[in-house]
């Protein structure tokens, strides 16, 4: 299939456009709908800022756009940042055909973005081209199943444009009771501010990530050398003596893994770096938010010597799962025979509830309950 990317120059989603052009094979990416002159199959309109009359769009046979509202409810302007306004933190985002009316088209897909309730601007941009890239790729590989939409239907609602007035907080409420506004505020574009007596005050917010503080790094966002960092350990014998696969994991293998862990909704791996060293990993699997449980494991980096780092690990996984996740049960299974983190686990009162055999081997089976 020929394949093209549109979108405006010099604005947040550029540097992304750039990532789904390499997923898809370095399809060519345009910032003006007048410069495509050749017939495409799919055009992925993103993040693009002007019309586009009706005789361009039938020089393709799909001009998908991808919008992050459950349309046809929150048509319109920046409906991400006004659902996080308003509390939500299960962001639909829709995959639709672009057409003359705003936000109209016919839906090809729809997906869930989940947040933690914690993400500033940034990293919400972040997370929102990340679905938006997701959802592409997984249009191209499935082109059979997704390539006939349906019609919207149901009641439709519009968000207006945000402009700078909207980033104005109350001084008569709380900073709890607007924080939802402060994490969508741009510091540089348009910040958040108050008034008082005639005057006006600009504030800034930003996470707190000073030298000390706890990393966490999902494992479709490492680097190239963060990779194949993690390969090692994963293959150093005193880590993988402890997993169920014991088996030597290529290069290909632990990509290919990685590839799969970024369409997986109940698999998370992340890289954790302390006083911006990297220690370990840990890893939440089976996440099931309706029955709101999950299993974790965990391990150090193999070729450091930290003091407490199994601690600190553990405690990452606990607040991950408690706090961001929202999880009340905690599972876990670890071979009898792996004493120091036995007593570990024991520490944090997980419970045992059961006993099986992996590889004649047996595996203790453990809970906690919030």
């Not at 002007?50 to 046809?72: E, F, G, R």
Request: charged share 30%; aromatic share 12%; with cysteine.
């Amino acid at each position: 299939m020929k394949i093209a990317i549109l979108t405006t120059k010099n604005q947040w989603f550029e540097s992304y456009a750039g990532a789904l052009s390499e997923k898809l094979g370095n399809i060519p990416i345009f910032n003006n709908h007048v410069d495509i002159n050749n017939i495409y199959d799919i055009i992925f309109i993103l993040s693009y800022h002007n019309i586009i009359p009706t005789k361009y769009l039938k020089n393709s046979k799909h001009n998908l756009v991808v919008h992050a509202s459950a349309l046809p409810k929150g048509k319109g302007w920046a409906p991400l940042f006004w659902q996080v306004i308003e509390g939500e933190n299960k962001i639909p985002f829709t995959m639709i055909e672009a057409s003359s009316k705003v936000d109209n088209g016919d839906i090809y897909m729809q997906e869930v973005l989940e947040l933690t309730n914690h993400e500033l601007n940034e990293e919400l941009r972040d997370k929102q081209a990340k679905m938006i890239i997701q959802m592409c790729v997984k249009f191209v590989n499935n082109y059979e199943k997704y390539k006939i939409p349906v019609k919207q239907n149901n009641d439709e609602s519009f968000y207006k444009k945000r402009d700078k007035k909207d980033s104005k907080l109350n001084i008569d409420k709380t900073v709890r009771d607007q924080f939802n506004l402060l994490r969508v505020v741009n510091n540089s574009d348009y910040p958040a501010y108050f008034e008082l007596d005639g005057h006006r005050y600009i504030l800034k917010i930003e996470l707190d990530n000073s030298e000390g503080g706890v990393e966490l790094i999902d494992f479709v966002d490492l680097t190239q050398k963060e990779v194949l960092m993690i390969l090692d350990w994963r293959n150093h014998e005193n880590i993988k003596k402890w997993m169920y696969s014991q088996d030597e994991i290529s290069v290909e293998a632990h990509l290919s893994f990685i590839a799969e862990l970024q369409f997986s909704k109940s698999r998370q791996y992340m890289a954790v770096k302390k006083d911006n060293k990297y220690v370990g990993v840990v890893d939440f699997t089976k996440i099931d938010g309706t029955n709101k449980e999950c299993y974790f494991g965990l391990y150090a980096n193999p070729f450091e010597k930290i003091a407490g780092i199994g601690r600190v690990l553990e405690e990452v996984c606990l607040k991950y799962i408690l706090d961001l996740l929202s999880l009340n049960k905690i599972k876990l299974e670890v071979f009898s025979d792996n004493v120091r983190a036995l007593n570990l686990y024991k520490k944090y009162n997980f419970k045992r509830v059961g006993v099986k055999n992996v590889h004649d081997k047996q595996v203790i089976c453990m809970e906690l309950t919030k």
